[in-house]
């Protein structure tokens, strides 16, 4: 009896891990997805940096506990299987979205994103946000854009002079 409660404060404290360095947790409901499928599921989960795990809603409120994701305790019913973003938070949606479109089978339950508990809905608008590398593009192209404005308002007047001596000089050559 002991050892398997060893193994149960083992899981508890490997997802305990998991959830307090992850950004968001998609909870779905995969019954009915054959083995084949899920191992397909895992496989591009791994590519994605996103941490799936199956473990028993006792167990995973245990494990959740103190962390962003305790606020998805109540809705933790029937089979589940979490899938927890390292960083960025719209890595686990996108993997889950993608695999929900091919299959069927896998009904989305719960998402969870920085404290807060959304509907199965709010999927597609986690799956959308921009990963690290477009969100700090777009930082950037925001921050560019008044220099570059400012400098092109600078050279204007010096270049539109250019323009109308060399607009003139064809005129005269002419």
Same mark, same amino acid.
């Given at each position: 009896m &002991?050892?398997?409660?060893?193994?149960?404060?083992?899981k508890v404290a490997e997802v305990a891990a998991v959830a307090s360095n992850a950004t &968001?947790?998609?909870? %779905?409901?995969?019954?009915?997805v054959t083995v084949e499928e899920m191992t397909a599921f895992r496989a591009e989960a791994r590519k994605a940096d996103v941490h799936i795990k199956v473990i028993k809603n006792n167990l995973l409120k245990l494990a959740v506990k103190g962390t962003d994701f305790e606020c998805a305790t109540e809705s933790l019913k029937g089979p589940l299987i979490m899938a927890f973003s390292g960083e960025e938070p719209g890595s686990a949606a996108r993997v889950v979205r993608d695999f929900c479109k091919t299959n069927s089978a896998m009904q989305v339950r719960l998402v969870a994103v920085g404290g807060q508990l959304l509907d199965a809905s709010a999927l597609e608008a986690v799956a959308k946000l921009p990963t690290r590398d477009e969100a700090l593009a777009k930082l950037m192209?925001?921050?560019k854009a008044p220099i570059t404005k400012l400098a092109q308002t600078l050279g204007a007047p010096h270049s539109k002079l250019v323009r109308t001596? %060399?607009?003139l000089k064809e005129q005269k050559e002419a």
């Open positions: &002991s050892n398997n409660l060893e193994i149960k404060k083992q &968001s947790m998609i909870g %779905a409901d995969f019954s009915g192209g925001v921050m001596f %060399a607009a």
